[in-house]
C-alpha cells in the first residue's frame, strides 16, 4: 500500500471521486451534499492524498482544505475492495500530520447521520460533534464534528 500526495484530476481518481459522489447522492438530497469538486480539490490550499496497491489502483483518497482558522476534512472514501485495512486511518493520518506540521491546531469536518462508518471513523480519531461551521447552514442531513491538532 502506498499513500501520498498527488493531483486529483487522474482518470482514476476522478472515477474514485464519481464513486463516492454516486454513494453521497444515494443517501442525501443533493442540496445537502457539500462535496468539493475535482476542481476545488486541485487548488494550493487543499491538500489530497491518494491510498494505491501494489499494483498501483487507486482504492482510496481524502483531502483537507486549509483555512486560517482550521483544516477542514473533506472527501475520505476508500473502495470496498481496499475497506478492512486501515486504509482510511492512514489517509486521516497523512493529512492531518501535514496540515499540523503547516500550523494547524483544528480541524473540522461535515458528514452525514445516514453514514455509520464515517461516523464511527470520525468518533474513533477523537472528534466530538459540534453545530455548523464556516459556511454551512445547519442542515438535519448534516453531522458536524471537530478536534484539535495532537
Do not use: W
Amino acid at each position: 500500500m502506498n499513500i501520498s500526495f498527488e493531483t486529483p484530476n487522474q482518470p482514476d481518481v476522478v472515477s474514485l471521486i464519481a464513486e463516492l459522489d454516486a454513494y453521497l447522492y444515494s443517501l442525501y438530497p443533493a442540496d445537502s451534499v457539500y462535496a468539493l469538486d475535482i476542481a476545488s480539490l486541485d487548488r494550493p490550499d487543499v491538500l489530497f492524498a491518494v491510498a494505491r496497491d501494489g499494483a498501483g489502483a487507486a482504492l482510496g483518497c481524502g483531502a483537507i482544505m486549509l483555512t486560517p482558522e482550521y483544516g477542514e476534512i473533506k472527501r475520505i472514501y476508500v473502495r470496498p475492495a481496499g475497506r478492512g485495512q486501515g486504509l482510511s486511518h492512514k489517509l486521516m493520518d497523512l493529512l492531518e500530520g501535514e496540515a499540523a506540521k503547516r500550523g494547524c491546531t483544528q480541524f473540522m469536518l461535515e458528514t452525514g447521520p445516514d453514514n455509520p462508518e464515517a461516523l464511527a471513523l470520525y468518533v474513533k480519531r477523537g472528534y466530538t460533534v459540534r453545530g455548523p461551521y464556516g459556511d454551512y447552514p445547519d442542515d438535519p442531513h448534516s453531522v458536524f464534528m471537530e478536534k484539535a491538532a495532537q
